[in-house]
Nanobody, 114 residues
Framework: QVQLVESGGGLVQPGGSLRLSCAASGSIFRVNRMAWYRQAPGKERELVAEITSGGSSYADSVKGRFTISRDNAKNTMYLQMNSLKPEDTAVYYC?????????WGQGTQVTVSS
């Protein structure tokens, strides 16, 4: 079992920045991929960024503005979000993937508005 707890969401003005954190606990040695997803009202959940031992990748909509990283010593993954836009408004979810199972956090709300 893996437990994931997100934090760092909030209200920010367009052009601003936020850093999301995802603290992992439990049997994290089986996790081979971690990712951030988001879901806006009325839309499907979408992949924002993912990170593995081989590197990271991003959705085209956030490339150049968001950075995913992880601190293995703290069992924590981060999403640094810069130059935020109103269309980035969504609930952001942390995801951890094993070979046969996926885990999700409870989500953290990010609202970009003036």
């Amino acid at each position: 079992q893996v437990q994931l707890v997100e934090s760092g969401g909030g209200l920010v003005q367009p052009g601003g920045s936020l850093r999301l954190s995802c603290a992992a606990s439990g049997s994290i040695f089986r996790v081979n991929r971690m990712a951030w997803y988001r879901q806006a009202p009325g839309k499907e959940r979408e992949l924002v960024a993912e990170i593995t031992s081989g590197g990271s990748s991003y959705a085209d909509s956030v490339k150049g503005r968001f950075t995913i990283s992880r601190d293995n010593a703290k069992n924590t993954m981060y999403l640094q979000m810069n130059s935020l836009k109103p269309e980035d408004t969504a609930v952001y979810y942390c995801n951890a993937q094993e070979v046969y199972r996926a885990y999700w956090g409870q989500g953290t709300q990010v609202t970009v508005s003036s």
